[in-house]
C-alpha cells in the first residue's frame, strides 16, 4: 500500500512522518515559554484558534540548540492519547521542510537493532531513496506523556532545590 511522508531535516538528517498524523506546517514563530513546564516544550503558539504546545526536538535528539531561520517550519502534529480518547496537538520544530513523498510499505525497513545514535528510540523504519536514507518517526514514542511528565517533574524538582539553594529535603 502507498502511504504519503512529509520528509523534512534537522541538522544534516533528513526524517519522514506519515501526513495523517500532520495537521499543518506553519511558518515560524517564536512560542511562548510556559512557566513550570517540562523542559521539552520550548512554549506555546497559536493556531486555529487552538493552543499548541511546541517541542524542542533537538533536546529530544541530543543536539545542541539552533537559532531559527528563514527555512525554520513548525509541524503541528495530532497526537491520540489512546487512554484518554482525545487528540492533542504538538509542534516540533524543523530546520527545514523538503515534501511530500509517496512510499510503497514494501520499501519501509526496519531499523537496525543495534540503534547507536541520539533519537533512535523514536525511529520506526527507514526508507532507503536513492542514496541516502529517510528516518521515519513514531510520534507516539517521540510524544510519549510519561517521558514529558518525568521530564517536568524533574524540571520542578530542579528549581525547588535551587530555591533551597541547592539543599535537598
Sequence with gaps: MIQQYLTFKIEDTQYAI??????????????V???????????LIRSRDQNI??????????????????????IVLEI??????????FGIVADEVLEVIDVDD??????AKSKKFFGAEFVSDVIRQNDSYI????????????DITNASKSAQQQTKTKKRGGKTE
Design 18 to 31: 506519515n501526513v495523517f498524523s500532520i495537521q499543518e506546517v506553519l511558518e515560524y514563530e517564536e512560542p
Design 33 to 43: 515559554k510556559i512557566p513550570c513546564s517540562s523542559p521539552l516544550l520550548t512554549g
Design 53 to 74: 504546545a511546541v517541542m524542542d526536538i533537538r533536546q529530544r535528539f541530543g543536539l545542541s540548540p539552533k537559532s531559527s531561520g528563514i527555512e525554520t517550519r513548525i
Design 80 to 89: 491520540t492519547d489512546q487512554e484518554h480518547g482525545v487528540v492533542n496537538l
Design 106 to 111: 514494501t520499501l519501509l525497513e526496519p531499523l
Design 135 to 146: 528516518l521515519v518517526l513514531d510520534t507516539k514514542k517521540l510524544f510519549a506523556e510519561r
